[in-house]
């Protein structure tokens, strides 16, 4: 029986993951992958979503630390980046701020490459604005539609064009590029539709450039992931966001209690079923899930799933499930961590 995603969302991945991470819909069950004996060595090969970067450059380090036979390169040229290289055949991991979509997954099924898909942590999308902006506290959904949209274009320019009572002066915009999750996840949430923005805007895969830019220009905006923000606080606001419900920060714990919507979002690394059989590859990905090493990304700010999902996303990397649980979708929105942890929400999605 093969079930469809229509209404059910994120929560039937946490039963897809904690059940049946030894099976898989289209392929079946694997024999679970044996741990290796004795020291390693090799080389894994990591890129993509530039969001999850700082976590797998932190994984990567420790890791070599512990295997100082191994070499682990970690560099980001976007989520979508990532997977056009992943579904080549020319990396191990994909980093991802977003699940794997249907023309991702059609090049890898053209190329042969199947893959095993891992949650690992939440983050808290945010939009910020220079330090030395002391009038924009909080934007609605709608005022960030207003301000992103593709019929923005051109004519959305000054600050009071936003709201009438902030100052008449320029709005100067940056974002991530065409390769990047964050601005596929982005324009679902806010635009209503995947990749449909405005594009006079400076843009960029390197989150650090955006930081950058937010930070050298008063009048400006941005958005990107939590950990770039968190990393420059001296430099940077970060803008509350009201969808209906009042004004919500983001934050670890705004992610944790489901206020921070809808810019929460999962993250995953993606592994190739041949690189996942080399154990330097195996180890560094059962390494990553660990729930002993969750506050790697906790300390950048980011959200660590809890213990027993992070182990049973071992057990679905020990079993080699193949596939997304996500069929292709890409960004998914209303995500919430505690749907990992709620099996009553589960069990309600499932008879739905």
């Known amino acids: 029986m093969r079930t469809t995603w229509r209404s059910i969302g994120f929560p039937l991945m946490a039963l897809a993951i904690a059940v049946c991470a030894g099976c898989d819909a289209a392929i079946g069950p694997r024999e679970a992958v044996a741990r290796p004996q004795g020291p390693l060595s090799g080389r894994v090969t990591v890129d993509g979503s530039s969001t999850v970067l700082p976590i797998s450059r932190a994984m990567g380090a420790a890791f ?112 991530p590029g065409g390769e990047s999750g964050t601005f596929d ?12 923005s405005r594009t006079d805007y400076s843009a960029s895969e390197d989150d650090t450039v955006l930081v950058n830019g937010v930070a050298g220009n008063p009048g400006a905006l941005g958005y990107f992931g939590y950990a770039y923000y968190a990393a420059n606080t001296s430099r940077l606001r970060a803008v509350a966001i009201d969808n209906g419900r009042g004004c919500v920060g983001p934050s670890p714990k705004t992610v944790e209690d489901t206020t921070y919507q809808p810019l929460a979002r999962p993250m995953f690394i993606y592994l190739t079923a041949a690189s996942a059989a080399r154990p330097e590859v195996h180890e560094f990905a059962r390494f990553y899930v660990n729930p002993d090493n969750a506050k790697v990304s906790q ?54």
């Open 64 to 175: 070599q630390t512990a295997n100082p036979g191994v070499a682990v390169s970690v560099t980001s040229s976007g989520t979508g980046g990532g997977f056009k290289k992943f579904c080549a055949g020319q990396l191990d991991v994909s980093d991802a701020s977003r699940p794997i979509n249907a023309a991702e997954s059609r090049e890898c099924e053209a190329n042969h490459v199947e893959f095993i898909e891992l949650p690992i942590a939440f983050d808290s999308l945010s939009v910020v604005v220079n330090a030395a902006n002391t009038f924009v506290d909080c934007l609605t959904v709608p005022e960030l539609k207003t301000i992103w949209e593709p019929a923005a274009e051109g004519r959305v320019t000054r600050w009071n064009q936003v709201r009438a009572s902030f100052p008449d002066q320029p709005l100067k915009l940056f974002g």
């Open 185 to 196: 996840y982005f324009t679902l949430a806010v635009v209503g539709k995947e990749r449909s």
């Open 299 to 352: 300390d950048l700010g980011y959200v660590p799933l809890p213990t027993a999902t992070l182990l049973s996303v071992g057990r679905r990397l020990d079993e080699s499930v193949m596939g997304s649980v996500f069929g292709g979708r890409g960004s998914v929105i209303g995500v919430t961590a505690d749907a990992f942890q709620d099996e009553d929400r589960v069990k309600n999605a499932l008879v739905r």
